[in-house]
């Protein structure tokens, strides 16, 4: 074995120590078929040339602004120099309980804000969806054209001890993190070419296509030439990179809430050009903060009137207001039997096995075996909250278990899974890290689309189990291999995507109308409730 890999089979640290199966190398130390040439590759590489490339890496990140805010300093968003390989089959299963992912919970929002059938058939209990802090009766009949409210799902995957892809979350309100799918695969065309050029890996360039021609398709009834544009909370978010990358790809409007207004039940965009009607609008902006005649009434982020505008058609949102009783870590536990009752399907990708605190039987095993679990807020995030409690102190799990007793509904808990590994350069050499996958899948009311990719979040950390930038975390780029009648990434120079880097005062949108008016809301009001909403979409950004 080469330098790069010394060592590598030292045991790693922490709760799923020996137990986690390593994707690259199998249990006698050979690398598995698919990541032979990647391997073989890193092995003819000094130390210190794969240093060189990782450090290049970074510096390429911070040139473009490929940045995220880590404990309050933005910092280059951590990339590792080595990919994730999954082959073509693992894969095919992957997309097909993605997309099925997305349709039993489809048609569950559908039945949530509609007739509830599936309480009245005791599928699920009332009080387990209208005690989700993310279920809003303000949302209760509202009718989105072609029965689409899941625009773009994030469903977040790990590999348990036997290899098995298991679903460990849904996301399904504001899912972020498809712009570092995008970059991270220029960024390691650049750096690791020999490596890309020796597989036959999937493209995942053609996102923003397929995302916009989506969200054109979400049009209200009779326009034909819908003008969409992107709502961005505004530079202070640490998700606006991402806003702004997907605005420009998609050739559209990045807006704000200030240059919105409702007007007879329409969206119109302030312009110099004049008051423009607004049709389609992808929000990045919270629920709470998006119409401050329904929620959160201080909001200056999101535009008074909306939802009535949605009701009436006359303007679509992606994705729609109340989507998050479906990210509901309690409503997770039901998705098997959701799926069969929807669907008459079993589910493709399992779930993890989960207790349901709020049952006294469950809570009492649970907390018997309170030590083996890791124990999750419901409505939780970006891994905030998240306590895995083989590596808590007693403290910590004493102090755990008094606040599972006064809200048991606010937690579920599981078993440790031992997420598997992929070589991440650490310091001088490969070490094993744990790493989950977010599969991104659009939606456009005909066809559930699987982006052929999705975010590898890598735990930097040894023997951590949170992936979560948020916590510290970074990413992959993940190569899905292309079977042979599919077509795969060719080697191009990469495309300039000017990204406007964060400044003081926000900078205008991307298209020919520069809005006219800053409108209503003081820029310190502004700036605090932009950083409100990053604390609850740091982890929803990956």
Not at 55 to 73: I, P, W
Not at 94 to 114: I, S
Not at 208 to 214: D, I
Not at 498 to 509: D, L, M, N, Q, S
């Amino acid at each position: 074995m080469g330098d790069v890999f010394e060592g590598y089979r030292d045991a790693p640290a922490g709760a799923a120590a020996g137990r986690a199966v390593d994707e690259m190398l199998d249990v006698d130390g050979r690398p598995r078929p698919e990541w032979a040439a990647l391997y073989d590759t890193l092995q003819e590489l000094p130390v210190t040339e794969l240093r060189a490339r990782a450090d290049q890496l970074a510096s390429t990140f911070l040139d473009r602004g490929v940045t995220f805010d880590y404990a309050g300093e933005e910092r280059p968003f951590p990339l590792d120099v080595v990919p994730r390989i999954i082959e073509a089959r693992q894969w095919a299963r992957v997309e097909r309980g993605v997309a099925q992912r997305v349709r039993v919970l489809e048609a569950f929002l559908a039945d949530v804000y509609g007739p509830m059938r599936a309480v009245k058939d005791g599928v699920i209990p009332r009080k387990v969806i209208t005690s989700s802090s993310h279920f809003h009766r303000a949302a209760v009949g509202i009718e989105p054209p072609g029965g689409v409210r899941i625009h773009v799902a994030g469903i977040d995957l790990v590999r348990d001890e036997a290899g098995d892809f298991r679903v460990l979350e849904d996301n399904v309100r504001v899912p972020s993190g498809v712009s570092y799918v995008l970059e991270n695969r220029q960024a390691i065309t650049q750096v690791l070419p020999e490596a890309l050029q020796a597989h036959r890996v999937q493209p995942v360039a053609d996102y923003p296509q397929h995302l916009l021609a989506a969200l054109r398709a979400s049009a209200p009834a009779g326009v034909d030439d819908p003008t969409v544009v992107v709502l961005t909370p505004g530079v202070y978010n640490s998700a606006y990179f991402e806003h702004s990358l997907l605005a420009r790809a998609m050739g559209v409007e990045l807006v704000e809430g200030r240059d919105l207004v409702c007007r007879g039940n329409r969206l119109f965009m302030r312009t110099t050009a004049g008051d423009r009607r607004v049709d389609v609008v992808y929000r990045r902006v919270d629920d709470e903060y998006l119409d401050p005649l329904h929620f959160r009434r201080s909001s200056v982020l999101g535009a008074a009137g909306i939802l009535n505008a949605a009701r009436a058609g006359g303007v679509s949102i992606a994705n729609a207001v109340g989507n998050g009783v479906a990210d509901d870590k309690l409503v997770y536990t039901y998705v098997p039997e959701l799926t069969r009752y929807y669907l008459s399907e079993e589910l493709v990708l399992g779930n993890v096995p989960t207790y349901r605190l709020e049952i006294p039987a469950e809570r009492e095993e649970a907390l018997d075996r309170l030590e083996e679990l890791v124990v999750k807020p419901v409505d939780g995030s970006g891994g905030k909250g998240l306590v895995v409690c083989p590596d808590a102190s007693p403290q910590e799990i004493e102090d755990l278990r008094a606040r599972v007793l006064a809200d048991p509904r606010g937690w579920i808990a599981q078993p440790v899974i031992a997420l598997s590994t992929v070589p991440t350069l650490a310091q001088a050499h490969l070490r094993p890290r744990h790493v989950d996958l977010r599969p991104f899948a659009v939606n456009d009311g005909r066809q559930v689309r699987v982006l052929k990719g999705g975010l590898t979040r890598v735990a930097l950390r040894e023997g951590s189990l949170v992936v979560n930038s948020s916590q510290g975390g970074g990413s992959k780029d993940t190569w899905v291999l292309a079977g042979d009648d599919e077509a795969v990434e060719e080697l191009l120079p990469p495309v300039a995507v000017e990204v406007a880097a964060p400044v003081e005062e926000p900078a205008p949108p991307t298209g020919q109308h520069h809005l006219a008016d800053p409108g209503p809301g003081s820029g310190s009001d502004q700036a605090q409730q932009q950083q409100q909403q990053k604390l609850g979409e740091e982890g929803r950004s990956c």
